[in-house]
């Protein structure tokens, strides 16, 4: 399974930690919000999935949010208690819309009629391989209304008009900047190595996580920045790693050889030439 629909109805359930708005301005500033969420009997969930937020209840229904599961389930009580019918993922928001602003369900059930919309009633609901491209072309045209420009300079002949000054809440989100950086250093993991395509085939075509190399600490609100050089790929988990627990991709990366190192493990000639390019990003 490569993708799932999280519900979330705020008359039921509305616990976020903080409080909705203040996560929306999280990952709206840092890329990222971690959270635990039910799915019911749902055990069959794959850490590395898709997740979309479906926003529900009277006050306004429609998609509002993106992620990704970085967790096998585990029982409500804990992951080391017995399996249940009450089960919990961790997920890596890596979007979320402002209340008022969710993808009607209308426009759902139009643009993806492959999904029963009205029909979802709890979290963990499959989506089928052949829904997904129409889905994140769909996402892609609210939240990310940039598209690449395919007249962009070759990678390493960005002029200086190209180097743009962005607010420090978009750096990660910025569809020119992360096809830059795409097309400066390909789709592999700059830590683990990993690719989409490799793995998944054609549905994980043009899939990663671009992470800027800069802490936000250290950012103005109107830092200048170069995407091929402030700007590296990242997978969904080893995104969800450097923000969770802030280091260097670099770092990282140590730690994945040390692990690695320890483990014995041998790779195959395709990982090993990943694995290379992903020191030779970090250098």
């Known amino acids: 399974m490569t993708a799932i629909i999280l519900a979330w109805n705020p008359e039921v359930w509305d616990g976020w930690q903080p409080a909705y708005p203040e996560a929306v301005d999280v ?103 052949e829904n997904e491209p129409a889905l994140r072309e769909l996402w892609a045209e609210h939240v990310l209304p940039d598209r690449p420009d ?65 802490p936000l600490a250290q950012l103005g609100p109107g830092y200048e920045f170069d995407p091929l050089t402030d700007l590296v790929p990242l997978c969904a988990n080893c995104h969800a790693i450097v923000h969770i627990h802030p280091m260097s991709p670099a770092q990282l990366r140590r730690i994945i050889d040390s692990s690695r190192s320890i483990g014995g493990g041998v790779v195959s000639p395709e990982q090993e030439a990943s694995l290379n390019e992903a020191r030779r990003m970090l250098g």
């Open 27 to 129: 990952v709206a500033e840092t890329g990222l919000f971690p959270a635990s969420w039910s799915v019911g009997r749902y055990g069959h969930i794959q850490a590395g999935a898709e997740a979309w937020l479906l926003l529900q209840g009277r006050h306004g229904r429609g998609l509002i949010g993106h992620g990704t599961v970085t967790s096998e389930p585990y029982p409500a009580s804990g992951r080391s208690a017995p399996a249940g019918p009450g089960r919990y993922v961790d997920v890596a928001f890596d979007a979320l819309l402002p209340r008022g602003e969710a993808i009607p369900v209308g426009e759902l059930l139009d643009r993806v009629p492959g999904i029963r919309w009205k029909a979802i009633r709890g979290s963990g609901t499959a989506i089928k391989a």
């Open 150 to 214: 395919p007249t962009l300079p070759a990678p390493g002949t960005f002029p200086e008009s190209a180097v743009t000054r962005v607010l420090a809440n978009r750096y990660e989100r910025n569809a020119r900047a992360r096809r830059a950086c795409i097309e400066q250093y390909g789709l592999s993991c700059a830590a683990c190595g990993f690719n989409f395509e490799a793995v998944y085939g054609e549905i994980g075509h043009d899939f990663i996580h671009v992470h800027h190399l800069v």
